[in-house]
């Protein structure tokens, strides 16, 4: 089977072919940078880092675009409350953007433009749609005219009528119709501007994106993502934008992630209802969240769930407690043969619309599977099978450090989060064997208990006491 997608365009899963074979243009909608990322960013973003790692997996040439909004009314807002300029708050955010993209663990995008770097190519689009009539200038003003492009409503399947009743329109006597959209703002004072063929003003949101994408990747181009809430205005406006100013068809498949539900009591928490990646991250592994969030097919909704993220973590510790065990039986992984079995199985799942849950049964069935090779030291048959749990995890982003540095820096982490030294555990260690030379088992039990209620557990084995972190 060649891999399917569903294209929110038609509803439908569709055969994916691209326009060029081999090659594989994606753009998808990046953060406006006015605020921390929280973990609704943080879904869009794995999702789409998945994407793009499978379809690198299957030898395609990703080129891959995700942008910056670096200009907008919430950053213009927030800047004035502080007293600083916009671009020093959005770039502030952007270097937040990067710290939590690097913890995540997210492949870089081929190209991250900023919205600020393309505004000529967001004027002469502009001038085009005014000039073929799809657009008009009112004071300084300019909107796009909904009513002369047909088809616009059809990436979010509504009528001009049903989008009109259903949203709370304000009367504006400038606007042709109600669901008209601004392209271009007539500047403000305070507010950062550039001079255009309408005076002085800056641009809308929408257009941003038919402009960068499109410089960047052609037109038409092969997948648009984002998240579900932007098909309706943001994709909706992006495609008459681009199909109207150029007379080309702009996106050829469109990819849409479900939303992150937030539990009540979880919402009034913490600060602003919403809960930041860095939040998350601060009690959480990332490979954990990013196993997480991959449980569930990235159309469908996920709950935020704390029990949900604490089992992951215990399966990431495993699926790097297993390849570190294969590695000291039988070397570190080349880039050896996998089995191909359960390899096709798992191209088979992820090739059905990104199939995570079910491609992610198939690692569990191989981590079982590798497991019971190593206790019974099967090392011929191990090789195949280790390499195959290797190539799987790595096109998921599940295993990107080697296994032995990924174990050390887990228990670092997890120590300092236990405000316990390694020398502290190993001089507990030593006075519960002098306690046990002497038959005190009270005062040997009493460490061994005191150790465990900050969470370090003790196994006495033939070669010694060693001690691990209680999950
Ligand atoms: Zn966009």
Redesign the pocket.
């Known amino acids: 089977m060649a891999l399917c997608i569903t294209n929110t365009m038609s509803g439908k899963k569709e055969p994916f072919v691209p326009l060029t074979p081999g090659t594989v243009n994606m753009y998808v ?1 990046g953060v406006t940078v006015y605020d921390q990322c929280h973990i609704g960013h943080a879904r869009a973003l794995l999702t789409f880092d998945v994407i793009h790692r499978y379809l690198r997996f299957l030898g395609f040439d990703c080129r891959f675009v995700r ?1 910056f909004t670096d200009v907008d009314d919430k950053i213009i807002n927030r800047a004035n409350e502080e007293g600083i300029a916009p671009e020093a708050l959005a770039q502030r955010y952007i270097n937040e953007f990067h710290r939590d993209a690097a913890a995540l663990g997210l492949a870089e995008p081929t190209v991250e433009p900023r919205a600020t770097e393309h505004i000529d190519g967001m004027i002469a689009l502009i001038a085009a749609l005014v000039e073929r009539g799809h657009a008009y200038a009112v004071a300084g003003d300019v909107y796009f005219a909904v009513e002369s492009f047909p088809e616009y409503g059809r990436l979010s399947s509504r009528s001009l009528d049903e989008m009109t009743a259903g949203a709370r329109v304000e009367v504006d006597d400038r606007k042709r119709h109600p669901m008209d959209f601004a392209l271009w703002k007539a500047g403000r004072e305070g507010e950062p501007f550039w001079d255009s063929p309408w005076g002085r003003g800056r641009p809308g949101w ?1 257009i ?2 038919s402009v960068m994408s499109t410089r960047y990747l052609g037109q038409p181009f092969d997948i648009h993502g ?1 998240g579900q809430d ?1 098909v309706f205005p ?2 909706e406006n ?1 495609i008459a934008q681009s199909e109207c100013g150029t007379g080309k068809p702009f996106a050829r498949y469109w990819i849409h992630n479900g939303f992150v539900q937030l539990a009540k009591e979880k919402m009034s928490k913490s600060v602003g209802n919403i809960l930041s990646i860095k939040e998350v991250l601060e009690r959480f592994d990332p490979v954990a969240l990013r196993l997480y969030m991959l449980t569930t097919h990235y159309r469908n909704p996920i709950e935020f769930s704390e029990e949900g993220l604490t089992e992951a973590q215990r399966t990431v510790a495993r699926l790097y407690e297993t390849a570190s065990r294969a590695e000291r039986l039988i070397g570190p992984s080349p880039d050896g043969a996998a089995e191909s079995g359960p390899m096709d199985d798992f191209r088979g799942e992820m090739d059905d619309d990104f199939n995570t849950p079910r491609a992610l049964a198939v690692v569990f069935e191989e981590l079982r599977a590798v497991n019971r090779l190593l206790d019974e030291g099967h090392t011929r048959a191990l090789d195949g099978r280790r390499n195959g749990l290797r190539a799987m995890t790595e096109a998921l982003g599940l295993m990107q450090a080697p296994p032995e540095r990924f174990l050390e820096e887990r228990r670092r982490s997890g120590l300092a989060r236990l405000d316990l030294s390694e020398d502290e555990i190993r001089r507990m260690i030593e006075e519960r064997n002098a306690a046990r030379r002497v038959k005190d088992w009270g005062q040997a039990d009493g460490i061994r208990d005191a150790l465990k209620e900050k969470g370090v557990l003790l196994r006495d084995g033939p070669s010694g006491t060693t001690w691990e972190l209680a999950e």
């Open positions: 909608c942008n929408h941003e994106c984002g932007l943001h994709h992006e």
